[in-house]
């Protein structure tokens, strides 16, 4: 069994690292947060050169709509509800920026669930969506 001036030893090793450890770890996350407040800063400068236009060129302008590459999915049902009541395909893509081949599958899955009608002119119309299908609040 191991004398207890050589077990506090071995303690008072081990706190000196772990304290030690720990003080790397506060200093990189205090630089962390520096690197971040900068990217802050110059994102609202950013955002100020911009101004509202930063909105407008994001994904179907909605909070939910999502980046492909990333892995995440675009919100269709945000886009629908950011459309005008009568619009063509190329609106679609514009709002979303996806090739054409996934504004059809999207369109064509409204048309199929009724929440668009396709008109004589090549343009969609949505259509108005029966009170009792609505989702209840509260």
């Known amino acids: 069994m191991p004398q207890k001036g050589a077990l506090q ?3 008072t090793t081990l706190r000196r690292q772990g304290a030690k450890a720990l003080a790397a770890l506060q200093r990189e996350v205090a630089n962390k947060e520096k690197e971040l407040n900068l990217l802050k800063a110059t994102e609202a400068q ?3 050169i911009v101004g509202a236009q930063a909105k407008t060129l994001t994904l179907a302008g909605a909070g939910k709509a999502r980046m492909g590459k990333l892995g ?4 269709w049902s945000a886009v629908l509800a950011g459309l005008p009541a009568t619009f063509r395909t ?14 059809y599958s999207g369109v064509s899955r409204w048309t199929k669930d009724k929440l668009i009608k396709k008109n004589t002119d090549g343009s969609y119309q949505k259509l108005s ?7 209840k609040k509260g």
């Open 9 to 11: 030893s071995v303690l």
């Open 46 to 48: 950013w955002r100020g």
């Open 72 to 75: 995440l999915r675009l919100d």
């Open 90 to 103: 190329k609106d679609v893509q514009q709002k979303t920026g996806k090739p054409m081949e996934q504004v």
């Open 129 to 135: 969506v029966p009170a009792s299908s609505q989702p």
